[in-house]
């Protein structure tokens, strides 16, 4: 028996949602199906499993302060509605956080929140999106530059050709992040099917 599982049995870790002891997250605390919200973001569908608020808006910030059983719930969730909703040949790419937000928490939410959806679901993941600094556009190539639209490019080139790209992020407030990864990863050949979060913001 592994350590950590040893420690889960010892000390059960408290639901994200309202702290009771029914799991990470727990029946009541998890977003239903009932909640899905669908919108879109002028031609990107975009989906969340709830309205960050309440139990949904307390698990994800616990997933940001290193709860990775949540986020491995919430991936679960992402997981679920991709295999529901999508077709298979899709491959989801993750909305990156800034380099100095990954150094401080140690990883980064929307690529792990990507990478265990597609695991679970079969869809393979491209981590390709950077996010630049505010001046990173001065120095860099043409090319480059008009493949970068606001603070995102596409570390792949014109690797993307084809792909049926599906967005993953942990919460989408104003949607222009989501706007501007659509722009940067159409402009470099791919088809952005739509985007899935885990939360949006009333
Ligand atoms: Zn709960």
């Known amino acids: 028996m592994r350590l950590s599982t040893i420690l889960d049995i010892l000390f059960p870790a408290a639901c994200a949602g309202c702290g009771g002891a029914d799991g990470v997250l727990c029946p009541a605390c998890l977003p239903s199906g009932r909640a899905i919200q669908r919108f879109q973001l002028d031609a990107l ?3 969340a499993l709830g309205p960050y608020d309440g139990s949904l808006r307390r698990a994800i910030l616990a997933f940001k302060r290193g709860r990775r059983d949540v986020g491995a719930v919430l ?12 077709p298979a040949h899709s491959v989801l790419v ?16 929307a690529v792990l929140l990507a990478r265990e959806a597609g695991r679970l679901s079969g869809l393979g993941v491209l981590d390709i999106l950077r996010q630049t600094a505010g001046d990173a556009q001065r120095g860099r190539s043409r090319l480059a530059r008009l493949g970068a639209r606001g603070r995102f490019r596409c570390s792949a080139g014109k690797l993307v050709a ?15 992040t989501l706007r501007d990864c659509s722009a940067v990863l159409t402009a470099a050949g791919a088809r952005v099917a739509g ?8």
């Open 45 to 47: 569908h975009v989906a």
């Open 162 to 176: 084809e792909v049926r790209v599906v967005l993953i992020d942990d919460v989408a407030t104003t949607g222009a």
């Open 195 to 202: 985007a899935l979060v885990v939360a949006r913001t009333p």
């Open 75 to 86: 991936a679960d969730m992402l997981a679920r509605y991709l295999t529901s909703a999508l």
């Open 94 to 109: 993750p909305v990156p956080t800034t380099a100095a937000r990954r150094a401080e928490r140690g990883f980064d939410q």
